[in-house]
């Protein structure tokens, strides 16, 4: 053993030999020295003198399977208030944990017992001690056999204990309290832009002058029928946008081809209007100023953190990756909850930001309508199961979280324990969304034109009119004037000389 002090004689670095007694003689086995392999924090090693493993084995009694309450992953049952051992626990990992028991992979059936983080960590290395703490500090004291919980794999953890390959993915997003909705009265005017209501208001007033002009110039095709002129254009073309009769219609070709093209308008505009509001009505609409990972760090309004002696605490300490450092450097200490539970309290205090695994808060969002989640997941990382450094069983463990993948066990276990929606409609994506848009005026410009066709038609019709009219009238002046003139020269034959 060989230990080193400082200036402030506090120790800074130490090594330590392990040996066995056996066949009268002591053999080294391991050795507990820092920096191994170029890292800059300690390890332990296991040698494996004359071909003999010295590897940690599964253990032939129950194996001590340590883990942390978080929900969904692993939850006390409420229903239960006597329970002992594993029956007290429900959730994703109490099902992968009897699943892994299962698997042909061990030769032997084997036993475990859940039991929970005494300190409720996920597990850090204070730089101070150079000690672990959390689940990482339990597999390395050889108080736990393995972890299974939601303990991301990052290289730090990694040098201190080996994983098996990630049986989950896991990103970061944010957790907020779900804003208060103000109710507007003039929610009737939110399917359609202003620009749109605008323009339907300028097709009125053109398709009323219009008409009365059409009227007015055109021949009417029934002469006991009163054209529609003045004042009301104005209530027929208000009257069939509503779609309400009015007691007069057009009179001339030229109106009708207008009143045509105004009456397709008005289907397809009232279709478009009455089924973007069922969808606002439907649809709860936030206003919230964070939408986004970057609109978060551009603020100091609203405060955000995480867990202490987390992952997520870590990639945020560690990373030089703006605007993650940045948010970095503003998370003090009152801004750092010690669990969870702490965190989701604070966020329904109102003004905070809780930064957490994407999986637990799209739980939570999904079951208590009180938080939303914000963004989309980064620093995508694994979730593996945690062994002593050098464990001979982690390969059976990997080849069990394989199987269980490879036969869609655990998607099965993601569907059952993250299916429970309760906030919004099974068909809707989210309860609180900002994905219904007005209607703006490229959606519905296409009916616009049809309505200028229609115009341009029934102004084309005006004019034929009006000229057929005119060489109508003039042909029958003339021949009126030629027929006088045969009278007048014709000789009166019944006067009597």
Known sequence: MTVEFGEDKRRIDFSWDIYSFSDYRLTKTAEWVKGIDGSKESRLRFLHPEGISLRPRWPRKKAKVVTILEKPWIMTKESLTNCTGNECFEGFVVDMMTEIAKQPVFQHSIEYELYIVPDGLFGNLDPESME????????????????????????????????????????????????????SFFQFLAPLSYQVWG?????????????????????????????????ESCWFAFGTLMQEGTEVSPVTVAGRILTAAWWFFAMILISSYTANLAAFLTVKKINSPIESISDLAAQTKIKYGTVRESG????????????????????????????????????????????????????????????????????????????????????????????????????????????????????????????????????????????????LLGLVACLVDKYTNLFTRRQKKDAGGVGMTMNVMQPDYTKKS
């Not at 939601?150 to 290289?155: A, D, H, Q, V």
């Open 312 to 455: 997520v605490l870590t990639f945020f300490r560690n990373t030089q990756i703006e605007p993650y450092r940045t948010m970095a450097q503003r998370m003090g200490p009152d801004s750092l909850v010690n669990n969870t539970a702490e965190g989701l309290a604070r966020v329904l205090e109102g003004s905070y930001a809780f930064l957490w695994d994407n999986s637990v808060n799209n739980y939570i969002a999904a079951t208590d309508c009180r938080y939303t989640e914000i963004g989309d997941p980064f620093d995508h990382k694994g979730f593996g199961i945690g062994v002593p450094t050098g464990a001979a069983y982690r390969e059976n463990l990997t080849l069990a979280v394989l199987s269980l993948a490879d036969n869609g066990i655990l998607d099965q276990l993601m569907d059952k324990w993250w299916k429970a929606d309760e906030c919004h409609a099974p068909d809707e994506s989210s309860k609180y969304t900002n994905d219904t848009e007005e209607l703006k005026l490229e959606n519905v410009a296409g009916i616009f034109f049809v309505l200028a066709a229609g115009l």
């Open 199 to 231: 323009m339907i208001l300028l097709a009125m007033v053109v398709m009323s002058l219009a008409l009365s002009l059409y009227e007015k110039s055109g021949t009417r095709q029934r002469s006991d029928m009163l054209p529609i002129i003045g004042q």
């Open 132 to 183: 672990w703490n959390g689940i990482m500090g339990e597999i390395i004291s050889g108080n736990a056999t393995l972890s299974l919980a939601p303990l991301s794999i990052n290289k730090q953890r990694e040098e201190a204990v080996d994983f098996t390959k990630p049986f989950k993915t896991r990103g970061i997003t944010m957790l907020i309290k779900t804003p208060e909705s103000s109710p």
